[in-house]
């Protein structure tokens, strides 16, 4: 099934022509919430709760039941226009004593998902800086009384994995439901993994059948945190409903996942209101790359204060997100002989993208990409004849100028690259993935054994470099055919992270003249409208020094004319420039990159980013950064 994308909130991905869906997510309820300052943010006060639920009765919003939304993901009945479901969280007592009350008053049915274990013993627990017992979480005797009058579903949200636990060598914990445990000396095994999730889930189910005398058809999973194997350990248990934090609503191998809007900070009812009708401002982009490299340090105290370094500058910032470099390249070629994650095929320079990636998430609040090279990997794994070769001058070898690179029209090369990206899914947490610049093939490439084979199956018979040359027409199909392989390539590799982090996001570098050459598909097999189409965001690699073009007024100039072309061209391009004159290796002065910037917005430009941060140098500099492209000079627009 496919993924239907939303503006903010979210659609029911039952039939185009059904109505949307929104789904809202609440805690706990109290009388008093003191807003921005009160250590809960989850929490909502009940008179806001009340102005909320009056506000659906009064503007033509029809909360509704998970009833009506099996239904109308069966295709028995459509959704009332502006269906709303409600859900609550964690199981608070406050759902029986001021929740329950306004959902009799109001007649609308909600969701409650509970903890299990939080109900069935004696629990102690640190919940939204404040300590929790056993008392501040609902009872049996109360779930069956609210399930009896209909209104209230039961969810699981699950049995003992509503904590973090130890995900990487440096004690980060992270969610219990997606991560794989370390224990100190070794990753959990993927059989391991799914045990531990089958007991849980398991152990839950029996407690609400047991105790409700009805199974739950929700799991609501904590934190948000899902991938294909946990939710297919809800399905095989009768949950075919997942709720989760993410931005879109899927249909996945035969689970419904909801995605919800959560409510935080005691919203007001102007903010609840805008949110429902869809006001929200458009969202930006902005971005710092950062090199992995420049963290890595053999000495772990030094590393952590280049880490502490990093967290300090991309906070004080105030941009959206990082692109973050998940390989080496020790030797300078081009091509990630290393990497910094667990992994099957290559050496692991050092165990440290998950801990820099969370800590830049959950600490300096920003979106991470892991970049990684589509065909540039070398070492011993790598066969060589799988790398991509060119014919010229009647001479077939790898391009002596650029990065070592695999084929992509080997299948071996893709499995073993696929693998790398699969091992990186499963060790680490991020929003998207960077496809990096390696993407690409010359007019004299690819002409390795799996190429060649490619070429007869597409045209029939042999086709020589010699034919090539002399049919325009031909060269240019061969020109879409690897474009639309690589095109196709990333998306295998996007679909294997999705297996266990279903909600990333895509994005792949691309060369300014690719839009600006109309020669370019020839020798990059690089198609800009084609990028538009197939990934979320493309990273374009505005710089001039890349295409030895010295008018950089010019050039910036073309560049937005050819992307304002496109009709998702601004709302879907980031203009990345560059901080280092490659030519003498001198970095840009701060102060023009920043008038850069101001200018390209003047022009137009929404979504910005540089490459690279020397966050050790302190380049660019802090304020020039800050007055370029910060967020908080964007009045008005908000994080993606």
């Not at 949307?20 to 909502?44: R, T």
């Not at 009350?101 to 404040?130: C, H, M, N, Q, R």
């Not at 899927?250 to 903010?271: E, F, I, K, Q």
């Amino acid at each position: 099934m496919q993924l239907l994308p939303l503006l903010l909130l979210l659609a029911l991905p039952v039939h185009a022509e059904e109505p949307a869906l929104q789904v809202l997510s609440y805690h706990d309820v109290k009388d008093y919430v003191a807003g921005d300052y009160d250590p809960d943010q989850y929490a909502v006060s009940t008179g806001n709760l009340i102005a909320q639920f009056t506000f659906l009765r009064d503007n033509g919003f029809h909360p509704v039941s998970v009833d009506d939304v099996i239904a109308a993901y069966d295709g028995q009945r459509p959704l009332p226009e502006n269906a709303v479901l409600l859900t609550f969280d964690d199981g608070m007592k406050s759902f029986y004593t001021r929740v329950y009350p306004l959902l009799k008053l109001f007649k609308y049915p909600a969701v409650i998902s509970v903890v299990t274990s939080w109900i069935e013993s004696d629990v102690e627990l640190d919940y939204a800086g404040k300590t929790r017992v056993s008392g501040d979480f609902l009872t049996w005797d109360q779930l069956r009384e609210m399930q009896a009058s209909g209104l209230v579903e039961v969810a699981s949200h699950s049995h003992d994995l509503h904590k973090g636990i130890r995900g990487n060598p440096q004690h980060n914990t992270q969610p219990a439901a997606t991560t794989r445990l370390f224990d100190g000396e070794k990753y959990e095994t993927e059989a391991a993994y799914t045990a531990r999730i089958e007991r849980d889930l398991e152990q839950s189910v029996n407690s609400l059948q047991n105790e409700l005398d009805r199974p739950p058809r929700v799991m609501t999973w904590p934190f948000g945190a899902l991938n294909d194997d946990s939710t297919a350990v809800a399905r095989k248990l009768g949950m075919h409903i997942n709720l989760t934090l993410a931005p879109d609503t899927t249909v996945r191998n035969g689970s419904l996942r909801l995605g919800r809007n959560m409510l935080v900070a005691n919203p007001t009812l102007d903010y609840f209101s805008a949110e429902l009708l869809q006001k929200q401002p458009q969202r930006i982009f902005r971005v710092a790359q950062v090199d992995l490299d420049y963290v890595y340090d053999p000495d772990p105290e030094q590393q952590r204060r280049n880490l502490d370094r990093l967290l300090d500058r991309i906070k004080a910032m105030e941009i959206s997100h990082v692109f973050l470099q998940a390989f080496a390249d020790d030797d300078g070629d081009g091509g990630a002989d290393e990497v910094y994650f667990p992994n099957r095929h290559l050496p692991v320079r050092a165990d440290l993208f998950n801990r820099v990636a969370w800590q830049l998430r959950t600490r300096a609040h920003v979106r991470v990409f892991a970049w990684l090279p589509m065909l540039s990997f070398v070492g011993d794994a790598f066969e060589p004849e799988w790398r991509v070769m060119q014919q010229r001058n009647g001479v077939t070898a790898p391009d002596p100028v650029s990065e070592p690179r695999l084929s992509p029209f080997s299948p071996d090369a893709r499995k073993l690259i696929s693998e790398v990206y699969e091992d990186l899914a499963i060790h680490a947490k991020f929003d998207g993935l960077l496809f990096h610049d390696d993407g690409r093939l010359n007019e004299f490439e690819d002409f390795s054994p799996p190429a060649l084979d490619a070429l007869v199956e597409a045209f029939g018979e042999p086709v020589t470099p010699a034919a090539l040359e002399e049919d325009e027409e031909l060269a240019r199909r061969w020109s879409t055919l690897k474009s639309e392989s690589l095109l196709a390539f990333s998306l295998e590799l996007a679909e294997t992270v999705r297996h266990y982090q279903p909600d990333i996001k895509t994005a792949r570098n691309i060369f300014a003249s690719a839009l600006l050459d109309d020669q370019a598909d020839v020798y990059l097999a690089q198609d800009y409208d084609r990028f538009l189409e197939t990934y979320d965001i493309v990273a374009l690699m505005a710089m001039p020094g890349l295409e030895a073009r010295e008018d950089e007024k010019d050039f910036y100039e073309d560049l937005v004319a050819r992307v304002s072309a496109s009709p998702e061209g601004l709302g879907r391009t980031i203009f990345q420039l560059q901080t280092v004159d490659w030519s003498n290796s001198l970095p840009v002065d701060s102060r023009d990159l920043r008038q850069r910037f101001r200018w390209l917005q003047s022009l137009g430009v929404r979504h910005l980013g540089y490459y690279p941060d020397d966050f050790v140098m302190g380049h660019p500099k802090l304020d020039d950064v800050r007055l370029g492209m910060s967020l908080a000079n964007e009045y008005g627009e908000v994080l993606p």
